[in-house]
């Protein structure tokens, strides 16, 4: 089998790729075949230096995605199958082709070239003879993951997914020490990452609650940069990563997958309610605390509207529903919790934001949840509520503007 792999090479090495297509073709579905029956064939091709030169010129390249395709694939799916379960060609291969490697797999244009790639790289990283680090392997895949959500593509790459999950779900420490060298960025990728992965419930095993602790921890140290000018600053802390962190508390407080992960977190349930009374606070100031004011009249989200039509993009979308969101989760049948939502004076913030505000879309209906939440086996919380005095109805733009005041819609011309 030896003899037969060199055989194989030497011809396709020897034929000019446009006017030899159809045969080269044919070789390499039999030098694939091959490779899966013999260790020392694995070692014969990892060994070849003209074989090397002609998968830099083909599987390497990315213009042979479409140039030639099916030689392309074809070229790839060979060199898998040399480092499959074999260490020395593994090691060969990836000091001959590693960069290449790493850099081809997040390339455009996206399609199955990258998941063969990074299943490459999958296969070398599990062995463990550490040719691959840790860091390499985290940032080849989010940058990858950037390229999918840049490019809006649809595709599946599942080796991207097992990678992942592989630091998420088995690595929790490792993961974390990775994070913390990433650059902001690539720990920005990371996160939206983990909030996909909770959206889809945790397909392939829960994350590492080492991981979990990290992302708390990390969110009270930073939290804070919400509310300072950092956008244009180069600064370790960014709004968007504690943006995207907050959003992964949120979905893992209130999933039943991780029941209760946060309950004995106190200083998280601190740090949320003490943000959002901070962010309340700040939309009441004239500037509204250097936040985006929140929009309460239709005309502001209507295609004619002077609004920015990017405002779901900014860091101020959800963040107040987020964080009521948040206080909400971790009021639920936590004692601790609601008595430190009545030391911090939190049922009047939470009463404020029961109104309706386009950045914060199911504001009102979370902010109704966190009131019943703390006030459940809570007479404090509900002495706190009784002892309201009704003042008439709170302004609202949107209700007067749809005529909703008396509880019917009746839709009448401003101008006449």
């Known amino acids: 089998m030896n003899n037969k792999s060199n055989e194989i090479v030497q011809r396709i090495v020897s034929l000019g790729v446009t006017e030899n297509a159809e045969e080269i073709t044919g070789l390499l579905k039999s030098l ?25 010129s083909m599987a390497l390249n990315p213009q042979m995605r479409t140039e030639q395709s099916t030689i392309h694939t074809l070229t790839l799916q060979v060199l898998a199958n040399t480092v499959v379960n074999n260490g020395p060609a593994q090691t060969l291969i990836w000091r001959q082709h590693g960069t290449r490697i790493a850099e081809q797999a997040c390339a455009a244009p996206l399609g199955s070239s990258n998941n063969v ?8 990283y599990l062995n463990g003879r550490g040719l691959i680090s840790n860091e390499l392997a985290l940032q080849t895949c989010l940058r990858l993951w950037q390229a999918i959500n840049e490019a809006k593509c649809t595709l599946n790459f599942e080796y991207l997914h097992f990678f992942l999950e592989n630091f998420m779900v088995s690595n929790g420490r490792v993961c974390v020490v990775c994070y913390q060298r990433l650059s902001t960025e690539e720990r920005i990728a990371f996160l939206d990452y983990v909030a996909h992965y909770l959206r889809e419930n945790s397909p392939n095993g829960k994350l590492a609650p080492f991981l979990l602790q990290h992302f708390a921890k990390e969110f009270r140290l930073k ?49 949320v309610s003490s943000l959002l009374r901070c962010v309340v606070a700040a939309g009441k100031e004239a500037d509204g605390g250097g936040l985006d004011k929140p929009m309460t009249k239709l005309e502001e989200v209507a ?9 779901e993009k900014k860091i101020s979308y959800e963040l107040k529903t987020l964080l009521v969101r948040c206080s909400a989760n971790l009021l639920y049948e936590n004692k601790a919790n609601k008595g430190y939502c009545i030391d911090t004076q939190l049922l009047p913030t939470l009463l404020e934001c029961t109104v309706m505000d386009a950045r914060n879309p199911l504001m009102r209906e979370w902010s109704i949840l966190a009131i019943r939440n703390a006030c459940i086996n809570c007479p404090e919380a509900q002495q706190i509520v009784a002892g309201l005095t009704m003042q008439g109805s709170a302004p609202n733009d949107l209700l007067s503007e749809l005529n909703l005041d008396m509880g019917a819609l009746r839709i009448t011309d401003k101008r006449q």
């Open 32 to 56: 694939r075949l091959l490779l899966t029956k013999s260790s020392a064939a694995q070692e014969a091709v990892a060994e070849n230096a003209e074989f090397s030169s002609f998968i830099e």
């Open 117 to 124: 790639l990074l299943m490459i790289m999958y296969n070398i």
């Open 223 to 271: 939290s804070d940069c919400i509310l300072r000018e950092t956008m244009k600053l180069r600064h370790e802390l960014h709004p968007r990563e504690v943006h995207t962190l907050l959003r992964i508390i949120a979905s893992v407080s209130g999933s039943e997958e991780y029941a209760n992960f946060y309950a004995e977190d106190q200083s998280l349930f601190i740090n």
């Open 303 to 311: 295609l004619t509207s002077g609004v920015d039509a990017e405002y």
